[in-house]
Structure formats: structure tokens, C-alpha cells
């Protein structure tokens, strides 16, 4: 925002303070170069493995780049170390890894990010700034498998019983601690309707009791 002072301008520029951890020497002085040149961005430190950074990181770091493939502690590995230590830091990857089990668990283990070293020095710019606005930045391609295991990992809800549907409204109601009186003012239908339905249910899900049906309707993911 700027201000005037003294009949001149002054801008002030958020400073991101972004760390490295990176084995390849080549990558990481790159990095290092692309950050010291770039207008708002300041190298903090680079170092070669997890525990390196660990233990010097100023903790001052807005990101720190991680790679994955590292000597030693992996990047998936020292995220929840770093995540611990330094808890404002947010965390991005930055691998030539792309398959859906290491991006998985990065973002289980708590990744901000995750780009790929193909990402272009500008993109991977915009991405860090993306970062500290509240992002989430990826490579396009790491954005569709993302949503594509999201999707793979949704529990689809099961209804091979062929429940219907004021069935399986009933149902939650009742694993949600419902008696049959409350379930009957609820949905403002009589309670020997609320019975009805129960007996079609029990029969369904071939069980006996509302405690069975409940564990059945959990256990399946029937609600």
C-alpha cells in the first residue's frame, strides 16, 4: 500500500522467505539464484539433506521448498519434523516424482504444495506467492491426479439393498440415536409408518434389531 512521506512515495513490498532442501547441487544453486534475483523473494538458506535444514533453518521461513528424494530422512518423512518445529512454515514439495502414492502421501503427511522440478521459474514464482495468499499450489498434472484419487477415495455409499429412499433417510435417523416416535415427528409421517418402514428395512439388511441395523449401516457405509 503506498504512502506519502515527506512528499514522496514509499511502496512496501512483502518479503517471502523461502528455504531449500535439495541434494542436487546444480537444482539447489539455481533455486538459491532464482529467488535472490526475483523482486519480493529471499533465499533464507539451502541445504542439502532433511536433517540439515532441521537443524539450521532460522524459522523465519515463510515456505521451504522440500525435495523428496533426499539422503537419508526422505521429504515425506522430515515433513511432520519440520511441521513440529516450525509450524508457521508452510511446506512445498519440489520432486520429479509424480506417481499417485508418494503425491498421496505428501499431502497426507501435510504438504502445502507440490510442484515438479519441470514447473517454469516464473510459474513456480506465482506458485510460492499462491502459497502465502492461502493456496495450495500444484503442477496441472499433480492437480488431476489429485482430484482423480479424491474421487478414487470418496466411500461411495452402498445401496445394493435396494433400500429406498425415505428407507435410508430412516435409517440415518436411526443411527443417529432416533426413537421411532422422534423419527415419525421428524419426517411428519405416523409412527405405524415409521414400524413399517423399520420391518421393510430389517428385512432388507436381514437383520433383527435396530442396534444390528445401525452396525450394519455403519460398517457398510449404508448412510
Avoid: W
Avoid at 514509499?10 to 532442501?21: K, P, S
Avoid at 506465482?126 to 479424491?150: H, N, Q, W, Y
Amino acid at each position: 500500500m503506498p504512502l506519502h512521506s515527506s512528499g514522496l512515495i514509499q511502496t512496501f513490498v512483502l518479503m517471502i522467505r523461502v528455504g531449500i532442501i535439495e541434494d542436487h547441487q546444480h537444482f539447489r544453486q539455481g533455486l538459491t539464484d532464482l529467488l535472490q534475483m526475483a523482486d519480493g523473494f529471499q533465499c533464507t538458506g539451502a541445504f542439502t539433506t532433511a536433517e540439515e535444514g532441521i537443524a539450521k533453518l532460522s524459522g523465519k521461513e515463510d515456505i521451504l521448498l522440500l525435495d523428496i528424494n533426499l539422503p537419508k530422512m526422505s521429504g515425506i518423512d522430515a515433513i511432520a519434523v519440520l511441521k513440529q518445529k516450525f509450524p508457521q512454515t508452510k511446506i512445498v514439495m519440489l520432486t520429479m516424482l509424480d506417481d499417485d502414492n508418494t503425491i498421496l502421501q505428501a499431502i497426507v503427511a501435510g504438504a502445502n504444495g507440490y510442484l515438479l522440478k519441470k514447473t517454469k521459474p516464473e510459474k513456480l514464482l506465482r506458485s510460492l506467492t499462491e502459497c502465502i495468499d492461502g493456496g495450495s499450489p500444484m503442477s496441472g498434472s499433480i492437480a488431476s491426479k489429485v482430484l482423480s484419487l479424491f474421487k478414487q477415495y470418496i466411500p461411495q455409499k452402498n445401496n445394493e439393498y435396494d433400500l429406498t429412499k425415505r428407507e435410508i433417510e430412516i435409517l440415518h435417523l436411526l443411527v443417529d440415536g432416533f426413537n421411532n416416535q422422534k423419527i415419525a415427528r421428524t419426517l411428519c409421517i405416523s409412527y405405524d409408518t415409521v414400524r413399517n418402514h423399520i420391518r421393510h428395512i430389517y428385512k432388507k439388511l436381514q437383520v433383527h434389531s435396530k442396534s444390528q441395523a445401525v452396525v450394519k449401516a455403519l460398517r457398510e457405509n449404508l448412510v
